[in-house]
Nanobody, 122 residues
Framework: VQLQASGGGLVQGGGSLRVSCAAS????????MGWFRQAPGKEREFVAA???????YYADSVKGRFTISRDNAKNTVYLQMNSLKPEDTAVYYC?????????????????WGQGTQVTVSS
């Protein structure tokens, strides 16, 4: 499956942003979809994931502020980010995997989008 992320940008602290990831070339509805992020000089970290059945998982750092959702009819996964903080600044990557291994480990994801930059100013 090919993934194309979009929607990043510059936002003030406390603001909101939604990033999207469009998939093509696979059976989107069967994949676990995840969002990871990587800040300069840091490891890529898990942000959120959603299963084919709609179960969601979040990193503690974003729980209550971010919402992941999917639209299988549009082959698209979204990440709604509210109450953004400067520490949320990173390149955000969407990823796809089949069910069966930990959703929290980026090495378990088979396909990756190109990343979209999110910058939160203080």
């Amino acid at each position: 499956v090919q993934l194309q992320a979009s929607g990043g940008g510059l936002v003030q602290g406390g603001g909101s942003l939604r990033v999207s990831c469009a998939a093509s070339g696979g059976t989107f509805s069967t994949y676990v979809m995840g969002w990871f992020r990587q800040a300069p000089g840091k490891e890529r970290e898990f942000v959120a994931a959603i299963t084919s059945g709609g179960t969601t998982y979040y990193a503690d750092s974003v729980k209550g502020r971010f919402t992941i959702s999917r639209d299988n009819a549009k082959n698209t996964v979204y990440l709604q980010m509210n109450s953004l903080k400067p520490e949320d600044t990173a390149v955000y990557y969407c990823a796809a995997k089949v069910w069966g291994r930990s959703i929290y480990v980026y090495g378990n994801y088979n396909s990756w989008g190109q990343g979209t930059q999110v910058t939160v100013s203080s």
